[in-house]
């Protein structure tokens, strides 16, 4: 059974770095299609698709964020690591991690963030 | 990217069949069969119901469908359930350089 679970901070000031967690289970990233994606939602607002990684390290981000965006993994850890730099109020809302196998198939519950001084 | 277009709210009876669009561009859901509906349970992880336009994952009953016309996805479901109640969502792929576009979400509510 895959299950996804994200955690990090839940408010972040303007201007602060955002680093969130993937920890997932029930696969290994060990096949090439498979991938671990980051997905948000502000409040009221429309699913933003940020990234995803691949196991060959293939990495696609969205184009208008991309310079603001890592993503990793750790495959020892099984673990997707998501940073997203010089965080604004805008950007307050939702993240989920999913699995990505041709689709995001399994998603993780999500974790509210909220920028804010 | 734009985000898909889905109407904000739908309702039916239990028993009855409703059906909610997603609508894009010739970019998105007009170029490639990649479309997927997500439910969404309040406080709980998005759930795929359709994906591929038509497919069914296993363990989805069969009283959701999805189907496709020009730039515009559907996800109908029949026989309503009271817990068929939740946000649904339509994703598409958008190509390489955009990859995946999603809608606000449709908020089926139960009578």
């Known amino acids: 059974q895959i299950t996804l679970e994200e955690s990090g901070p839940t408010l972040v000031k303007p201007t602060q770095t955002l680093t969130l967690t993937c920890t997932f289970s029930?696969?290994?990233?060990?096949?090439?299609?498979?991938?671990v994606g980051w997905i948000r939602q502000p409040p009221g607002k429309a699913l933003e698709w940020l990234g995803h990684?691949?196991?060959?390290?293939?990495?696609r981000y969205s184009p208008s964020l991309k310079n603001r965006l890592t993503i990793a993994k750790d495959t020892s850890k099984n673990q997707v690591v998501l940073t997203m730099t010089n965080m604004d109020p805008v950007d307050t809302g939702t993240y989920f991690c999913?699995?990505?196998?041709?689709?995001?198939?399994?998603w993780g519950q999500g974790i509210e963030v909220t920028v804010s001084s | 990217q734009s985000a898909l277009t889905q109407p904000r709210s739908v309702s039916g009876s239990p028993g009855q069949s409703v059906t909610i669009s997603c609508t894009g561009t010739?970019?998105?859901?007009?170029?490639?069969?990649?479309v997927s509906w997500l439910q969404r349970h309040p406080n709980k992880a998005p759930r795929v119901v359709i994906s591929?336009?038509?497919n069914r994952p296993s363990g989805v009953p069969d009283r959701f469908s999805g189907s496709k016309s020009g730039n515009t996805a559907s996800l109908t479901i029949s026989g309503l359930q009271a817990e068929d109640e939740a946000d649904y969502y339509c994703?598409?792929?958008?190509?390489?350089?955009?990859?995946?576009?999603f809608g606000a979400g449709t908020k089926l509510t139960v009578l």
């Open positions: 999913a699995h990505h196998w041709g689709y995001f198939d399994l």
């Open positions: 029930g696969f290994s990233l060990s096949t090439s299609i498979e991938g």
């Open positions: 990684i691949y196991q060959n390290d293939d990495l």
């Open positions: 010739s970019s998105d859901i007009g170029a490639y069969n990649y």
């Open positions: 591929d336009v038509y």
């Open positions: 994703c598409s792929f958008a190509g390489y350089h955009i990859n995946w576009v």
